[in-house]
């Protein structure tokens, strides 16, 4: 069963330092959301893109933060400039329809 | 608006015992609503969805969930425990429409099976 992959695991980087979470959703889908969870936390809804252009982003998705899907199987987030707020699960997503179905994470930690 | 309340962030039962895991939902417009489990380590995995056909619906694992407007509420249910069911269990609800709408989640229950 096509899954939603994510690398890396665990992605370890020092305050201000710009990080790249890459994603490859299941092929033939149109939709592609990242979210985090800080530790304890709800799952927060970060960015959705479909047509190749960002369609709804959330307060916490500033200009330090930015989406690309650069060819026809990956979506990547990077993050400019990381805090420590930063520090957190993200997660990519993708549907073709209503569902998303979810990648096991990219565990950030900025130290 | 759209919001999620998951009343009780820890529920403990006995192996065989129901389960009942509750979904309270905000919405203003007609929702969509999911429940995902979440494995120690791993991502969010779709349990089920009720996406307006059949109230009452049933997902993977033995698990169900029943969709009742008057109550705003999608309380997700197993009749009889089992160990591997130990996880958190989340709730999420968006607006009806094609895709592309965000989630919005619940804070979240922990469930853990006593053997």
């Known amino acids: 069963e096509p899954e939603v992959t994510q690398t890396p695991s665990h992605q370890v980087t020092q305050m201000g330092q710009e990080v790249i979470l890459r994603c490859v959703p299941i092929?033939?889908?149109?939709?592609f959301y990242w979210y985090r969870q800080i530790l304890g936390q709800k799952v927060e809804f970060l960015v959705s893109?479909?047509?190749?252009?960002?369609?709804?982003k959330s307060e916490i998705f500033d200009d330090q933060f930015s989406v690309e899907r650069p060819d026809g199987s990956n979506f990547t987030l990077k993050i400019r400039s990381t805090k420590l707020e930063d520090s957190a699960m993200y997660f990519c997503?993708?549907?073709?329809?209503?569902?998303?179905?979810f990648g096991p994470g990219t565990r950030l930690t900025v130290l | 608006a759209q919001s999620v309340t998951q009343l009780g962030s820890h529920v403990s039962v006995s192996e065989g015992a129901l389960v009942l895991l509750r979904c309270n939902y905000s919405s203003s417009v007609p929702p969509y609503l999911f429940w995902y489990v979440q494995y120690p380590n791993q991502g969010l995995q779709l349990l089920l969805k009720y996406t307006s056909a059949a109230t009452l619906v049933k997902g993977i694992n033995g698990f169900e969930a029943e969709f009742k407007k008057s109550e705003t509420s999608f309380h997700l249910t197993k009749p009889s425990a089992h160990m591997s069911d130990a996880a958190e269990y989340f709730c999420?609800?968006?607006?009806?429409?094609?895709?592309?709408?965000?989630?919005?989640f619940g804070t979240g229950t922990s469930l853990t099976v006593i053997p």
């Open positions: 893109f479909y047509n190749n252009e960002i369609s709804e």
């Open positions: 092929s033939n889908h149109l939709y």
């Open positions: 999420a609800v968006t607006q009806r429409g094609p895709g592309g709408n965000q989630f919005y």
């Open positions: 997503a993708s549907g073709v329809t209503d569902t998303q179905y």
